[in-house]
């Protein structure tokens, strides 16, 4: 594929990137962050993990996500005797009827698509969590000791519930730290509901049409990482992911409510997710505010949190929301 990359087509792509959110807002109301956080990571190349109570249209948001983009769409519901080969394929038995010899094939499974849903991801044990590894970082899988390739753009959008634990394996922490954002949804607003609950008991239903295909999107996520950071922004990244590590930090309230500070790859996701935000707006640079924001969800699931701070009902956001106000801003920045 060969780049454009003349200012009239980023703008064009960039213009698209709006109109995407407000195909996906003729199913979806309300959510503008999740509809946006969930644009911003499909921009930086990663993953997502949406938490929210059941009937918050998690499943649904996906799925009109995937109609509004040209890609290939699978869903795969998570459940206790999903087993690897359920989602990454298996071998089977063919025969070749001019020779009659036999011979295994490779059957891909649900997992080669550009779009993957993994439903309710915690409901199924670590063995078939885990085969999902690979994909996620790799972008390919290995059965029998061939490697398959997956088709790019591969964007994997997994939903848990924070409810209704009974019978769930929590996500390793390994494993969490594949997903580039952490997504929370909530309830929506009083007009909000108001206009769900006339919209979907109606006889109307919207139609979604495909605005963005594979290339664009693999432009777009190019272009994203030529979006430009200025050093002291940079620095101020590093210093504050080393402010979450409680051994080595001397900010008090992370020595009293933290048990594990994120990794050098919270630091890469943050950076380039405030690119994705940056584009998004239609800026070809960073500011401080893509960084403030694009904190919570980068370092949701990257801070874990000590026994003390679960008994005084301290959140991972409520660290990064005193470290905002903590570490100092570089001077001579936006």
């Not at 005797?81 to 499974?109: C, Q, S, W, Y």
């Not at 059965?143 to 964007?155: I, K, M, S, V």
């Not at 679960?310 to 660290?319: K, T």
Request: proline content about 5%; hydrophobic content about 45%; aromatic content about 8%.
């Amino acid at each position: 594929m060969v780049l454009d990359n003349s200012e009239s087509n980023v703008k064009t792509l960039i213009g698209k990137i709006g109109l995407l959110k407000s195909e996906i807002q003729k199913v979806i109301v309300g959510q503008d962050v999740v509809i946006e956080e969930m644009l911003i990571a499909l921009m930086a190349g990663g993953h997502c993990l949406l938490e929210g109570v059941p009937g918050l249209a998690k499943t649904l948001m996906v799925r009109t996500l995937s109609q509004a983009l040209s890609l290939s769409f699978r869903r795969i519901q998570f459940t206790p005797d999903l087993m690897p080969t359920d989602i990454v394929g298996t071998e089977i038995l063919e025969e070749d009827h001019a020779t009659g010899k036999r011979f295994f094939k490779f059957n891909k499974g649900p997992l080669f698509a550009n779009i993957v849903l993994a439903d309710e991801v915690n409901r199924t044990p670590p063995k078939t969590q885990s085969a999902l590894l690979e994909a996620m970082q790799e972008f390919e899988v290995t059965y029998g000791g061939q490697t398959y390739p997956l088709d790019r753009p591969f964007f994997i959008l997994a939903t848990q519930n924070p409810i209704e634990q009974a019978g769930t394996y929590p996500l390793p922490e390994a494993q969490l730290d594949r997903f580039l954002l952490y997504i929370k949804i909530g309830y929506p607003t009083a007009v909000e509901e108001a206009r769900i609950l006339s919209t979907t008991t109606g006889a109307h239903k919207a139609i979604v049409s495909p605005i963005i295909g594979a290339d664009e999107i693999k432009q777009l996520q190019s272009l994203t990482r030529e979006v430009s950071i200025n050093d002291e922004l940079i620095a101020y990244v590093s210093e504050f992911i080393r402010a979450t590590r409680p051994d080595t930090t001397s900010v008090g309230f992370v020595k009293e409510w933290v048990r594990w500070g994120a990794g050098p790859r919270a630091g890469q996701a943050l950076i380039l997710t405030a690119k994705a935000r940056a584009l998004f707006y239609g800026r070809y640079s960073v500011i401080m505010e893509d960084l403030q924001t694009m904190a919570y969800p980068v370092l949701r699931h990257r801070v874990l949190m000590n026994f003390k701070a679960e008994a005084e009902n301290v959140s991972s956001d409520q660290v990064t929301a005193e470290l905002v106000k903590t570490i100092s801003r570089p001077k001579k920045v936006i």
